[in-house]
């Protein structure tokens, strides 16, 4: 019950974290996509199936709460989750640089697959163009 009543917790706060960065930091473009950020911890500290399972749960809260395609942010976060937990032991987790690098490295290929599949799935007149990328 405990377990349960942490992630439940973990996924309200999380998501709530991230709304209130995009609203008050969009402006400035300083906003940090901190449900990546958390998926590749727990993914790095859990496993595989964790950091997936959380991926794919706050994506679908993330795409319930947006007006992008619906089940992107799941997929991409649950593949990243799943990555994390597959390369954790090749990573050293006591060197800080090793987890920033694996973050960025990680992060930027998520802002590619994200507008990638997003110009492949969507139909309607694209809001960012990829001069702004």
């Known amino acids: 019950m405990k377990a349960a009543a942490y992630f439940v917790l973990t996924l309200w706060l999380v998501?709530?974290?991230?709304?209130?960065?995009?609203?008050?930091?969009?402006?400035?473009?300083?906003?940090?996509?901190?449900?990546?950020?958390?998926?590749?911890?727990?993914?790095?500290?859990?496993?595989?199936?964790?950091?997936?399972?959380?991926?794919?749960?706050?994506?679908?809260?993330?795409?319930?709460?947006?007006?992008?395609?619906?089940?992107?942010?799941?997929?991409?976060?649950?593949?990243?989750g799943y990555l994390a937990g597959m390369l954790r032991r090749q990573l050293d987790d006591t060197k800080m640089w090793t987890q920033a690098i694996f973050t960025l490295v990680v992060s930027f290929l998520y802002l590619f697959a994200y507008y990638g599949l997003d110009r492949v799935f969507s139909y309607g007149p694209q809001p960012i163009s990829w001069g702004v990328v």
């Open 15 to 80: 998501l709530w974290i991230q709304l209130v960065g995009n609203y008050y930091l969009a402006e400035t473009g300083l906003s940090a996509n901190v449900v990546l950020i958390v998926v590749l911890y727990f993914g790095l500290t859990r496993g595989p199936l964790m950091g997936e399972l959380l991926g794919f749960a706050w994506g679908l809260l993330v795409d319930a709460s947006s007006l992008g395609l619906m089940g992107l942010h799941a997929l991409l976060y649950s593949l990243a």
